[in-house]
Structure formats: structure tokens, C-alpha cells
């Protein structure tokens, strides 16, 4: 089973629809594309994306939405609506790629940020989202167990002995 289809029957297991093949961007004149909508148990992705990294990546953000938000939160002007944003894209980011799996795609010999996506099953993009939610929650690094895990100047794991 791979992440999209273990993000769809966590979605299933608490009740939560997920239609995948929505038309969300009506055409190619919109301003801001939208890849996912979550509304009220009912996760709607965008019919466009098209690999199973892109959706699940899409999916694990809307699941945040679901175990953390509530309301209407289009007004993103609005400083309440976009740390309900932040926080279910860092349920998303936690879920998908953590601070563990940084870990365990240094442990499997990665050497870059390509190789890292492709462990973790994410996209490129999604990656370094994620690092920079990661450095603006910690800082320069992290450290997990017995290692450091450096997000500037690139994303880097070491071994502490």
C-alpha cells in the first residue's frame, strides 16, 4: 500500500470522503491555483494532479485541515484563518515526511533532496516546504535521538557518537 492509499483509508477510517478527481481550477485562467478543498468530512482534489505523490501530498494537508481546523477560512488576510493554515500544513509535512523520515532517508544512503522526496514518496516541492516550515518551528537544525538534522544551509543529517 502506498502513502496515497494509506492517506485514503486513514480518510475512510474517521468518516472523511475524498473525491480525487475534482475539477477545482474550472479553467486555465485562474489566479491562484487550489489543489485540495476540505469541507465538513468531504476532501475534494484537484482532477490536475497527477501523480500519487502529488495527491497524497495534496491529501495529508486536507486531512490536517480536518483534525485541526474549523470555519470558513478563505480570508487568509484574516491572522486566525492562516495559523489554522500553518498548522494543518504542518500536521501534513509531520505526517508525510517528519522529522523521522529525514532521518530514516539519511539512514538508506540519500545524498539529496530529489533522492529524499523520492524515499519519502513526496514531491520536491512538498520537501521543501516542509524544510522551511521545519526551520521556521526550529531554527537552523533539530535534533532527533542521535542526530542533528540541519535545514540550513541545505538540509543535511549528521550522527551524533
Request: glycine residues 8%; charged residues 25%; contains cysteine.
Amino acid at each position: 500500500m502506498n502513502k496515497y492509499e494509506e492517506l485514503l483509508q486513514n480518510a475512510a477510517d474517521n468518516n472523511v470522503r475524498v473525491y480525487d478527481s475534482f475539477d477545482l481550477n474550472g479553467n486555465d485562467n485562474v489566479i491562484e491555483k487550489i489543489d485540495g478543498l476540505y469541507i465538513d468530512g468531504h476532501i475534494a482534489l484537484d482532477k490536475g494532479l497527477k501523480t500519487t505523490a502529488e495527491k497524497a501530498c495534496v491529501l495529508a494537508e486536507e486531512l490536517g485541515h480536518h483534525y485541526t481546523s474549523y470555519g470558513n477560512m478563505i480570508d487568509m488576510n484574516n491572522l486566525y484563518n492562516r495559523k489554522q493554515e500553518r498548522q494543518a500544513r504542518l500536521q501534513g509535512y509531520n505526517r508525510m515526511i517528519g522529522l523521522c523520515g529525514i532521518v530514516s532517508a539519511f539512514k538508506a544512503g540519500c545524498q539529496n533532496r530529489f533522492e529524499v522526496a523520492e524515499h519519502l514518496h513526496v514531491t520536491e516541492e512538498y520537501l521543501q516546504e516542509a524544510i522551511d516550515c521545519y526551520t521556521g518551528k526550529y531554527g537552523e537544525y533539530a535534533t532527533l535521538d542521535n542526530y542533528i538534522i540541519y535545514f540550513i544551509p541545505y538540509l543535511g543529517v549528521m550522527e551524533m557518537i
